[in-house]
């Protein structure tokens, strides 16, 4: 019989285990269940024959070498398995393996269980919900007892449950002397929800890890009090910062009134402004699709609008669609909108100019399709993100796909009055000839100079080259 050899300084036991006895794996389990085992190193001195298909249940198997003809798995000796699974579901999944000699664990690769590992937890769980819970924020909470998981839950949608209510279900009665991990602090009063401070309360949980304190003034410290009145142990503060990256449109909208905006532009090497991206450029394409779903509003000029809409697909009813937020300038008379149907009208609102003028058949159409122009004195940034803040939206993004008075106009008052949040480039690799794109406009925008803070970059597939940074 072999032994399958488990081993790792940062566990509290080590022990050599028979496959064939459930209580060795059993006990070494609970022992071990502080640690989560990421990767494991597959040592044999032996041939390991048969196809690789037939060790596809060691997902992402790296270091293997084949023998000629590439159909055998010759040596595991410098390779390793990345199970991302517990050590008894290892033991299990290495049994069938008959020439495997013993598995161990790299220090390196073992990532303790602490507070911060339940937090990122919540913020993964939180990011299902992208784009789909505004004006509330994204939350995740997770129910731990004696180092394991036994509740996990996110808030899906404005009006359903929140995080904590689907978490506590999911744990049932082992949240009684549990730890509740949770992003956001939890409310304390009814809306449209109950409190999950009650909840939490009635569940008898034991200890609140709170990821941050929510800025919304209904809210804030409140929930946190609320618990440590009832006896509730609370600890505030925890991967804060990137709970708050995670809800940064909502923590703005909630402090200034108005959404967060994003500008988006795509530029050739030499600065032409591209019209969206190739279409075969599919990651390129992916992350554009991405970023409109995670705003809750997209501003595009009228002229763009046919373009927009067939990016969205709007007949695809189980896509996320943000706002529509159109904008005419004078250039733009008389209005003219062909694109505006009856699936894209419930999405969509415009604001325009005094002085525009509308074609009679839009006009017709608006009309049939019961929307309305929101008409401006001037086209300026702020009146549209106040009318916006007040519908609760959290996150905008501007669009930048040609240069137009209309995007010059709000861009201008947008930059110096500090209402734009953040900047996403895509340089692609081509430069452009004059016929194609247009020219970038930017130096007669803003009077002031703006230094760009935590810069990241990255490159997409089809060599795209993508930089975002913060205006503020």
Known sequence: MQLVILSCPKVHYSASILPSTPPSIDFYSKRASSSYFVNWFCISNKRLSGSLSSYRRFSNLDGYCFVKG??????????????????????????????????????????ERDDGFYMRRCVELARKAVGCTSPNPMVGCVIVKNGEIVGEGFHPK?????????????AGTHAENATAYVSLEPC?????????????????VKHVVVGMVDPNPIVASKGVERLRGAGIEVTVGVEEELCQKLNEAYIHRMLTGKPFVTLRYLSSFNGRILNQVNDGDQESSGYYLKLLQEHDGVVISSTSLASDTKALAFNKTSAKQP????????SDSPLHLPALTAEVAPHA???????????PATELNLRRLGMEI??????????????????????????????????????????EEGLIQK??????????????????????????????????????KGESVLVEGYLS
């Open 70 to 111: 590439g159909s055998e798995i010759s040596s595991f000796g410098s390779g390793f398995c990345n199970l991302s699974k517990r050590v008894s579901e290892s033991v299990n999944i290495c049994k069938s393996h008959s020439n495997l000699s013993g598995i161990r664990c790299e220090v390196g690769f073992v990532e």
């Open 374 to 415: 929101v008409v401006l004195d001037q086209m300026n940034l702020g009146p549209i993100l106040d009318y916006c803040g007040g519908q609760g939206l959290c996150s905008i993004l501007i669009d930048l796909k040609e240069e137009s008075s209309a995007y010059h106009e709000i861009l201008e008052m947008g930059l």
């Open 158 to 170: 404005a009006g359903q449950p929140h995080a904590e209510v689907f978490a506590l279900n999911d």
């Open 323 to 330: 706002l529509l937020i159109i904008i005419a300038t004078v």
């Open 188 to 204: 304390n009063h009814y809306g449209r929800t109950p409190p999950c401070t009650e909840a939490m309360i009635r569940a008898k």
């Open 423 to 460: 900047v996403v480039k895509e340089i692609y690799p081509l430069w452009a000839g004059s016929k194609e794109g247009s020219v970038m406009g930017f130096s007669s925008v803003g009077r002031k100079s703006v230094r760009l803070k935590d810069l990241q970059s990255r490159i997409l």
């Open 349 to 359: 609102i415009i604001f325009a100019d005094k002085n525009v003028t509308v074609d």
